[in-house]
């Protein structure tokens, strides 16, 4: 990666055939080092979408990766509540997949909607009940501004 970057004439935030930046893969696959030594420069978008609107942070908190969650949240320039086109932010998908540490770091920011719903009006919680995340639900009603009797589109509701 140094070498590369290195030359000099290479584009760190070059698109690849699907529109996705090494920035995107490195984030997706929670390899830390390389989001470092990607967001050290000052050429890289951190938060700039895929063609479905999915951003690195995205991505790194739907996969559980909480060491690249938190290096994208150390920038101003990282929006932690972006949802994608199906409505789906970081926190739900955190919820969703039962990733507790990510939940956690997620709901540590005053920017991040905890029952903000996705295109279908499912909740983070709705998610993280309807796939058995015991741990997930209790962060999110530890909160205690967490709505847990919110109906999705279809009135069902977490419980």
Same mark, same amino acid.
């Given at each position: 990666? %140094?070498?590369?970057?290195?030359?000099?004439?290479?584009?760190?935030?070059?698109?690849?055939?699907?529109?996705? !930046?090494?920035? $995107?893969?490195? =984030? %997706? &696959?929670?390899? +830390?080092?390389?989001?470092?030594?990607?967001?050290?420069?000052?050429?890289?978008?951190?938060?700039?979408?895929? %063609?479905?609107?999915? !951003? !690195?942070?995205? $991505? =790194?908190?739907?996969?559980?990766? =909480?060491? #690249?969650?938190?290096?994208?949240?150390?920038?101003?320039? #990282?929006?932690?509540?972006?949802?994608?086109?199906?409505? +789906? @932010?970081?926190?739900?998908?955190?919820? %969703?997949?039962?990733? +507790?540490? #990510?939940?956690?770091?997620?709901? /540590?920011?005053?920017?991040? &909607?905890?029952?903000?719903?996705? &295109?279908?009006?499912? @909740? *983070?919680?709705?998610?993280?009940?309807?796939?058995?995340? +015991?741990?997930?639900?209790?962060?999110?009603?530890? /909160?205690?501004?967490? &709505? *847990?009797?919110?109906?999705?589109?279809?009135?069902? !509701?977490?419980?």
């Amino acid at each position: 990666m %140094k070498i590369l970057l290195g030359r000099g004439d290479v584009n760190p935030d070059n698109l690849d055939v699907d529109g996705l !930046t090494p920035l $995107w893969w490195a =984030a %997706k &696959n929670g390899h +830390e080092g390389v989001v470092k030594i990607l967001l050290g420069r000052g050429d890289v978008n951190p938060d700039n979408p895929d %063609k479905h609107g999915q !951003t !690195t942070l995205w $991505w =790194a908190a739907k996969n559980g990766h =909480a060491g #690249v969650v938190k290096i994208l949240l150390r920038r101003g320039d #990282v929006s932690p509540d972006k949802p994608s086109r199906s409505g +789906e @932010t970081p926190l739900w998908w955190a919820a %969703k997949n039962g990733h +507790e540490g #990510v939940v956690k770091i997620l709901l /540590r920011r005053d920017d991040v &909607n905890p029952n903000k719903p996705n &295109n279908h009006g499912r @909740t *983070p919680l709705w998610c993280a009940a309807n796939n058995g995340h +015991e741990g997930v639900v209790k962060i999110l009603l530890g /909160r205690g501004d967490v &709505n *847990p009797d919110e109906q999705d589109q279809f009135g069902k !509701t977490p419980l």
